[in-house]
Protein backbone atom coordinates (compact mmCIF):
# COMPACT_ATOMS: atom_id res chain seq x y z
CA UNK A 1 0.00 0.00 0.00
CA UNK A 2 2.88 2.42 1.02
CA UNK A 3 5.22 1.70 -1.84
CA UNK A 4 2.56 3.06 -5.05
CA UNK A 5 1.55 6.40 -2.53
CA UNK A 6 5.55 6.82 -2.64
CA UNK A 7 5.69 6.59 -6.32
CA UNK A 8 3.11 9.07 -6.73
CA UNK A 9 4.62 11.27 -4.53
CA UNK A 10 7.58 11.79 -6.68
CA UNK A 11 5.78 11.95 -10.02
CA UNK A 12 4.29 14.76 -8.31
CA UNK A 13 7.49 16.13 -7.33
CA UNK A 14 8.77 16.10 -10.52
CA UNK A 15 6.46 17.97 -12.24
CA UNK A 16 6.31 19.80 -9.72
CA UNK A 17 9.53 20.74 -10.03
CA UNK A 18 9.31 21.36 -14.29
CA UNK A 19 6.78 23.61 -13.76
CA UNK A 20 8.58 25.83 -11.27
CA UNK A 21 11.32 25.95 -13.83
CA UNK A 22 9.71 27.15 -16.48
CA UNK A 23 8.61 29.90 -13.88
CA UNK A 24 12.06 30.82 -13.00
CA UNK A 25 13.31 30.84 -16.17
CA UNK A 26 10.33 32.95 -17.09
CA UNK A 27 9.80 30.47 -20.17
CA UNK A 28 6.02 31.11 -20.49
CA UNK A 29 5.76 29.17 -23.68
CA UNK A 30 7.09 26.39 -21.86
CA UNK A 31 5.16 26.72 -19.23
CA UNK A 32 2.02 26.81 -21.85
CA UNK A 33 2.73 23.68 -23.28
CA UNK A 34 3.57 21.59 -20.15
CA UNK A 35 -0.17 23.19 -19.09
CA UNK A 36 -1.40 21.43 -21.71
CA UNK A 37 -1.00 18.21 -20.42
CA UNK A 38 -3.23 16.99 -17.71
CA UNK A 39 -0.34 15.61 -15.52
CA UNK A 40 1.18 19.25 -14.85
CA UNK A 41 -2.67 20.58 -14.58
CA UNK A 42 -3.24 17.87 -11.64
CA UNK A 43 -0.20 19.68 -9.65
CA UNK A 44 -0.60 23.25 -11.01
CA UNK A 45 -2.15 24.52 -6.97
CA UNK A 46 0.60 22.05 -5.13
CA UNK A 47 2.76 23.94 -2.92
CA UNK A 48 6.34 22.60 -2.35
CA UNK A 49 9.75 24.40 -1.72
CA UNK A 50 11.70 24.49 1.70
CA UNK A 51 11.06 27.81 3.77
CA UNK A 52 7.57 28.95 2.52
CA UNK A 53 6.29 26.30 0.55
CA UNK A 54 4.85 28.04 -2.78
CA UNK A 55 2.24 26.97 -5.43
CA UNK A 56 3.52 27.56 -8.86
CA UNK A 57 0.99 30.86 -9.06
CA UNK A 58 2.83 32.55 -5.85
CA UNK A 59 6.52 32.03 -7.39
CA UNK A 60 5.75 33.75 -10.39
CA UNK A 61 4.12 36.61 -8.53
CA UNK A 62 7.59 36.51 -6.27
CA UNK A 63 9.10 36.86 -9.13
CA UNK A 64 7.14 39.69 -11.38
CA UNK A 65 7.20 37.26 -14.11
CA UNK A 66 3.44 38.48 -15.76
CA UNK A 67 3.07 36.30 -18.74
CA UNK A 68 3.68 32.89 -16.15
CA UNK A 69 1.48 34.44 -14.29
CA UNK A 70 -1.36 34.78 -16.82
CA UNK A 71 -0.65 31.42 -18.35
CA UNK A 72 -1.19 29.83 -15.18
CA UNK A 73 -4.02 31.68 -14.68
CA UNK A 74 -5.74 30.74 -17.86
CA UNK A 75 -4.81 27.21 -17.10
CA UNK A 76 -6.93 27.09 -13.59
CA UNK A 77 -4.33 28.31 -11.04
CA UNK A 78 -6.83 29.26 -7.63
CA UNK A 79 -6.13 33.37 -7.49
CA UNK A 80 -6.45 33.24 -3.18
CA UNK A 81 -3.78 30.10 -2.65
CA UNK A 82 -2.82 30.88 0.99
CA UNK A 83 0.68 30.14 2.37
CA UNK A 84 2.03 29.34 5.47
CA UNK A 85 2.26 32.76 6.63
CA UNK A 86 -1.53 32.86 5.34
CA UNK A 87 -0.43 35.37 2.71
CA UNK A 88 -2.14 35.66 -0.85
CA UNK A 89 -0.51 36.05 -4.02
CA UNK A 90 -2.09 39.48 -4.49
CA UNK A 91 -0.39 40.45 -0.95
CA UNK A 92 2.97 38.82 -2.08
CA UNK A 93 2.72 40.99 -5.78
CA UNK A 94 2.11 43.97 -3.43
CA UNK A 95 5.06 43.36 -1.44
CA UNK A 96 7.23 43.25 -4.96
CA UNK A 97 5.45 46.14 -5.94
CA UNK A 98 4.64 44.38 -9.18
CA UNK A 99 1.75 46.43 -11.13
CA UNK A 100 1.26 44.50 -13.83
CA UNK A 101 1.01 41.14 -11.45
CA UNK A 102 -1.20 43.07 -9.05
CA UNK A 103 -3.97 43.76 -11.99
CA UNK A 104 -4.26 40.54 -13.60
CA UNK A 105 -4.79 39.10 -10.25
CA UNK A 106 -7.39 41.54 -8.98
CA UNK A 107 -9.36 40.91 -12.43
CA UNK A 108 -8.68 37.07 -11.97
CA UNK A 109 -11.22 37.91 -8.91
CA UNK A 110 -8.67 38.04 -6.34
CA UNK A 111 -9.76 39.37 -3.01
CA UNK A 112 -8.44 42.82 -2.69
CA UNK A 113 -8.45 42.80 1.19
CA UNK A 114 -6.14 39.51 1.08
CA UNK A 115 -6.55 36.77 4.05
CA UNK A 116 -8.46 38.31 7.52
CA UNK A 117 -6.36 35.41 8.95
CA UNK A 118 -2.77 37.59 7.95
CA UNK A 119 -1.74 40.50 10.58
CA UNK A 120 -1.29 42.62 7.18
CA UNK A 121 -3.16 43.72 4.34
CA UNK A 122 -2.33 44.68 0.79
CA UNK A 123 -3.89 47.67 1.15
CA UNK A 124 -1.96 48.10 4.67
CA UNK A 125 1.35 47.16 3.27
CA UNK A 126 1.01 49.29 -0.54
CA UNK A 127 -0.04 52.31 1.99
CA UNK A 128 3.73 51.47 3.85
CA UNK A 129 5.77 50.93 1.01
CA UNK A 130 3.99 54.57 -0.23
CA UNK A 131 2.96 53.03 -4.33
CA UNK A 132 0.12 55.22 -4.67
CA UNK A 133 -1.01 53.25 -8.44
CA UNK A 134 -0.97 49.76 -6.15
CA UNK A 135 -2.71 51.60 -3.92
CA UNK A 136 -5.49 53.03 -6.42
CA UNK A 137 -5.79 50.39 -8.08
CA UNK A 138 -7.00 47.92 -5.15
CA UNK A 139 -9.10 50.78 -3.68
CA UNK A 140 -10.85 50.41 -6.88
CA UNK A 141 -11.46 46.64 -6.42
CA UNK A 142 -12.96 47.01 -3.68
CA UNK A 143 -10.32 46.67 -0.56
CA UNK A 144 -11.42 48.55 2.40
CA UNK A 145 -9.45 51.64 2.82
CA UNK A 146 -10.13 51.73 6.78
CA UNK A 147 -7.93 48.14 6.83
CA UNK A 148 -7.05 47.41 10.23
CA UNK A 149 -3.19 45.91 11.24
CA UNK A 150 -3.88 43.01 13.91
CA UNK A 151 -0.48 44.37 15.27
CA UNK A 152 -0.69 47.34 17.87
CA UNK A 153 2.32 49.79 17.38
CA UNK A 154 3.50 52.26 20.65
CA UNK A 155 4.78 55.42 19.91
CA UNK A 156 4.85 58.31 21.95
CA UNK A 157 3.58 56.32 24.89
CA UNK A 158 0.45 55.07 23.52
CA UNK A 159 -0.59 52.08 21.73
CA UNK A 160 -2.45 52.94 18.49
CA UNK A 161 -3.99 50.85 15.45
CA UNK A 162 -1.67 51.03 12.55
CA UNK A 163 -4.18 52.04 10.00
CA UNK A 164 -3.00 52.66 6.40
CA UNK A 165 -3.82 56.31 7.21
CA UNK A 166 -1.35 55.89 9.78
CA UNK A 167 1.70 54.38 7.90
CA UNK A 168 1.16 56.90 5.12
CA UNK A 169 1.63 60.28 7.19
CA UNK A 170 4.40 58.58 9.11
CA UNK A 171 6.02 56.75 6.38
CA UNK A 172 5.99 60.08 4.58
CA UNK A 173 3.78 59.23 1.68
CA UNK A 174 1.58 62.24 1.02
CA UNK A 175 0.35 60.80 -2.57
CA UNK A 176 -1.16 57.50 -0.77
CA UNK A 177 -2.53 59.63 2.14
CA UNK A 178 -4.51 61.00 -0.79
CA UNK A 179 -5.70 58.37 -2.34
CA UNK A 180 -7.01 56.91 0.72
CA UNK A 181 -8.83 60.17 1.71
CA UNK A 182 -10.58 60.04 -2.27
CA UNK A 183 -11.17 56.07 -1.47
CA UNK A 184 -13.07 56.68 1.35
CA UNK A 185 -10.74 56.81 4.18
CA UNK A 186 -12.33 57.73 7.45
CA UNK A 187 -10.39 61.20 8.40
CA UNK A 188 -11.21 60.99 11.86
CA UNK A 189 -9.94 58.12 13.51
CA UNK A 190 -7.05 55.87 13.57
CA UNK A 191 -9.20 52.21 13.13
CA UNK A 192 -9.71 52.64 16.45
CA UNK A 193 -9.00 49.16 18.39
CA UNK A 194 -11.68 47.67 20.32
CA UNK A 195 -9.43 45.82 22.53
CA UNK A 196 -8.25 49.70 23.64
CA UNK A 197 -11.48 50.80 24.00
CA UNK A 198 -12.44 47.75 26.46
CA UNK A 199 -9.56 49.12 28.38
CA UNK A 200 -10.66 52.88 28.38
CA UNK A 201 -7.92 53.88 26.34
CA UNK A 202 -9.56 57.13 24.11
CA UNK A 203 -9.01 56.71 20.64
CA UNK A 204 -6.54 58.92 18.72
CA UNK A 205 -7.59 60.55 15.78
CA UNK A 206 -5.82 61.02 12.69
CA UNK A 207 -4.87 64.43 12.75
CA UNK A 208 -3.60 64.13 16.08
CA UNK A 209 -0.98 61.89 15.36
CA UNK A 210 -0.11 63.80 11.99
CA UNK A 211 0.67 66.46 14.72
CA UNK A 212 2.29 64.34 17.05
CA UNK A 213 4.74 62.86 14.70
CA UNK A 214 4.79 66.69 12.80
CA UNK A 215 4.20 64.91 9.08
CA UNK A 216 3.91 68.58 7.56
CA UNK A 217 0.70 70.76 7.04
CA UNK A 218 -0.18 69.03 3.96
CA UNK A 219 -1.54 66.58 5.68
CA UNK A 220 -3.37 68.58 8.36
CA UNK A 221 -4.72 70.96 4.72
CA UNK A 222 -5.80 66.83 3.45
CA UNK A 223 -7.69 65.90 6.65
CA UNK A 224 -9.07 69.67 6.97
CA UNK A 225 -10.28 69.55 3.41
CA UNK A 226 -11.57 66.27 3.52
CA UNK A 227 -13.88 66.90 6.55
CA UNK A 228 -12.31 65.80 9.75
CA UNK A 229 -13.21 67.23 12.95
CA UNK A 230 -10.91 69.63 13.82
CA UNK A 231 -12.51 69.81 17.15
CA UNK A 232 -11.67 66.11 18.30
CA UNK A 233 -8.00 66.51 19.04
CA UNK A 234 -7.62 67.04 22.69
CA UNK A 235 -3.56 67.77 22.43
CA UNK A 236 -2.88 70.88 20.32
CA UNK A 237 -0.03 72.51 21.78
CA UNK A 238 1.91 71.00 24.81
CA UNK A 239 5.62 69.95 25.26
CA UNK A 240 5.31 66.70 22.83
CA UNK A 241 3.79 69.08 19.98
CA UNK A 242 5.72 70.89 18.58
CA UNK A 243 4.27 74.95 17.73
CA UNK A 244 4.51 74.41 13.71
CA UNK A 245 2.76 75.49 10.62
CA UNK A 246 0.40 72.31 10.72
CA UNK A 247 -0.85 73.76 14.46
CA UNK A 248 -1.23 77.39 13.60
CA UNK A 249 -3.58 76.08 10.04
CA UNK A 250 -5.50 73.80 12.64
CA UNK A 251 -6.29 77.02 15.02
CA UNK A 252 -6.98 79.05 12.36
CA UNK A 253 -9.52 76.63 10.90
CA UNK A 254 -11.34 76.07 14.72
CA UNK A 255 -12.11 79.79 14.04
CA UNK A 256 -13.26 79.97 10.38
CA UNK A 257 -16.20 77.87 9.30
CA UNK A 258 -15.95 75.66 5.82
CA UNK A 259 -17.72 77.67 2.84
CA UNK A 260 -21.43 76.48 1.73
CA UNK A 261 -19.41 74.50 -1.47
CA UNK A 262 -17.05 72.56 0.95
CA UNK A 263 -19.93 71.76 3.07
CA UNK A 264 -21.78 70.56 -0.02
CA UNK A 265 -19.10 68.31 -1.26
CA UNK A 266 -18.72 66.81 1.96
CA UNK A 267 -21.95 66.00 2.28
CA UNK A 268 -22.54 64.79 -1.45
CA UNK A 269 -19.25 62.67 -0.98
CA UNK A 270 -20.36 61.28 2.21
CA UNK A 271 -23.66 59.93 0.78
CA UNK A 272 -21.53 58.41 -1.99
CA UNK A 273 -19.53 56.13 0.56
CA UNK A 274 -23.22 55.62 2.68
CA UNK A 275 -24.24 53.56 -0.65
CA UNK A 276 -20.58 51.98 -1.73
CA UNK A 277 -20.46 54.70 -4.75
CA UNK A 278 -17.52 56.38 -3.64
CA UNK A 279 -15.46 54.98 -6.76
CA UNK A 280 -18.52 56.73 -9.18
CA UNK A 281 -18.20 60.42 -8.72
CA UNK A 282 -16.61 60.03 -12.72
CA UNK A 283 -20.04 58.73 -13.95
CA UNK A 284 -22.37 61.59 -12.05
CA UNK A 285 -24.26 63.35 -14.76
CA UNK A 286 -22.83 67.06 -13.74
CA UNK A 287 -20.42 69.15 -15.30
CA UNK A 288 -16.43 68.29 -15.45
CA UNK A 289 -15.98 71.23 -13.26
CA UNK A 290 -18.59 69.70 -10.57
CA UNK A 291 -16.84 66.58 -11.07
CA UNK A 292 -13.42 67.54 -10.58
CA UNK A 293 -14.43 69.41 -7.57
CA UNK A 294 -15.73 65.96 -5.81
CA UNK A 295 -12.38 64.29 -6.51
CA UNK A 296 -10.13 67.44 -4.78
CA UNK A 297 -8.48 68.16 -8.18
CA UNK A 298 -6.69 71.35 -7.65
CA UNK A 299 -7.42 74.61 -9.67
CA UNK A 300 -11.01 73.00 -10.59
CA UNK A 301 -13.28 75.96 -11.13
CA UNK A 302 -17.03 75.96 -9.75
CA UNK A 303 -19.82 77.27 -12.19
Not at 41 to 55: A, E, K, L, M, Y
Request: glycine fraction near 6%.
Amino acid sequence: MLLPRVGQEEEVSSENCHLKQAISNDDHSLLSQLLCLERYRRVINQSSGWGVPSTPLRMAVSKGHLRCLEVLLAHGAEVDTLDVKAQTPLFTAVCGRYLGCVLALLRAGANPNGSPQNNSSPVLTAAREGDPEILRQLLRHGAEANARSKVTLWTSGMSVCSGPLYLSAVYGHLDCFRVLLLYGADPNYNCPDDRLLCKGKQPKTVLEMCLRHGCGVEYVQLLIDFGANVYLPTLIIDKTTKQNEAVELLLRERGCPKSLTSQCRLAIRRHLKQINKIHSVDRLDMPSSLINYLKHKPNSAIL
